[in-house]
């Protein structure tokens, strides 16, 4: 079943704010990626990140991949309504052509 | 560049009625991937193809069969859909570890 554990699962922020996700393992990944899927399409491709204690940005966004490789979280700064979606942590144990394994997810909502 | 192609986009289905989900990619991947979506589940496995001409069970494989035709074709086919497997469906493609990328789903509904 699920192995990552994906908090919180939903969220309800005014724009402009910072927001913070995160997501635990009881084992070990080799990449931790986070994803986002608008209403009606797949999931897109975020951030990647390959190695423990890793943080990178991308634009608002920022991901780092946990020390102890079983934990990953996500910020966005100063969000704007169309950050509204589900984001997905994600984790792979291989170091490539290996299946991910999927959060539940985190809903964002975003009032203007 | 169209990516992942899966195709059809919306279908609907009686119990026992058969069918297969088509997904195409054009990314020279080695993996392939079928997900199924349902709410508050976020996304589960499948089937998966590490290359071609291998495939391995995933997660939730009960009720499928797939067949990775060629390395840009992975076909996912329900035998005899039941309500149980209604869903969105999403084909990933992936390699060397560089994420996963995903086609648009097929909604599917089993009456």
């Known amino acids: 079943g699920q192995q990552l554990n994906q908090s919180p699962q939903s969220m309800f922020i005014q724009e402009g704010e910072d927001v913070s996700m995160n997501c635990t393992s009881s084992?070990?990944?080799?990449?931790w990626l986070w994803y986002k899927q608008d209403p009606g399409e797949g999931p897109v491709l975020l951030i990647a990140l390959y190695k423990a204690g890793e943080l990178t940005s991308n634009g608002r966004l920022t991901a780092q991949f946990g020390i102890t490789r079983k934990d990953s979280f996500l910020n966005i700064s100063a969000s704007i309504p169309s950050d509204v979606g589900i984001y997905f942590c994600?984790?792979?144990?291989?170091?490539?052509?290996?299946?991910?394994?999927f959060g539940k997810g985190t809903r964002l909502s975003v009032i203007a | 560049n169209a990516g992942v192609t899966q195709t059809p986009k919306f279908q609907v289905l009686k119990t026992g009625q058969s069918m297969t989900l088509q997904c195409a990619q054009d990314m020279n991947h080695n993996s392939m991937y079928w997900y199924r979506q349902d709410p508050g589940m976020g996304l589960r496995l499948i089937y998966y193809s590490a290359s071609e001409g291998t495939t391995d069970k995933g997660e939730v494989p009960n009720g499928y069969n797939v067949s990775r035709l060629n390395k840009r074709e992975f076909s996912l086919r329900l035998e005899s859909a039941a309500p149980s497997q209604t869903s969105v469906y999403f084909c990933?493609?992936?390699?060397?570890?560089?994420?996963?990328?995903f086609g648009q789903g097929t909604r599917l509904t089993v009456v």
């Open positions: 084992s070990i990944f080799n990449t």
């Open positions: 990933a493609t992936e390699d060397r570890g560089g994420g996963a990328f």
């Open positions: 994600a984790g792979q144990r291989g170091s490539g052509n290996t299946p991910l394994v």
